[in-house]
């Protein structure tokens, strides 16, 4: 399968979840605020990573998502005209964080440098 074809089929996997999110009911799902980053499909189509981050508990979340795992790929086999419906496995992507901490510690530096020169 050419490289670009996967592309695509990650972004449209990753689009579809993050609509079907939407309609899930897991309070689980619901009280953290979950919300779908990437996706990264197997090359023969049977297994999907998605990433995902919340603003709640990640565990929890992560529960909840196992759980709503059949709804997801029906939602998936509706929408996307794939072969085979991949089986998802359910990450949590930790680069929000780690660009938030980037950040913070960037400011912590830029203040320690304006108290030096002012």
């Given amino acids: ?11 449209a996997v990753a689009e579809e979840l993050a609509i079907a999110i939407g309609e899930v009911r897991e309070p ?18 049977k297994y999907a990573t998605v990433y995902f981050s919340c603003i709640g ?3 929890e979340a992560g529960k909840g998502l196992k759980k709503c795992t059949g709804m997801l790929r029906h939602h998936l086999a509706t929408t996307l005209n794939l072969r085979i419906t991949p089986e998802l496995n359910f990450v949590k ?24 020169n002012g």
């Avoid at 399968?1 to 972004?11: F, P, S």
């Avoid at 689980?28 to 189509?45: G, K, Q, W, Y």
């Fill in 93 to 116: 992507d930790g680069s929000i964080e780690h660009g938030a901490k980037i950040a913070r510690l960037l400011e912590e530096i830029h203040s320690k440098d304006e108290g030096k």
């Fill in 57 to 59: 508990d990640s565990d």
């Fill in 1 to 11: 399968m050419a490289k670009y074809r996967r592309g695509r089929i990650n972004d």
């Fill in 28 to 45: 689980m799902v619901i009280n953290n605020f979950v919300s779908i980053t990437r996706a990264e499909v197997a090359p023969d189509l």
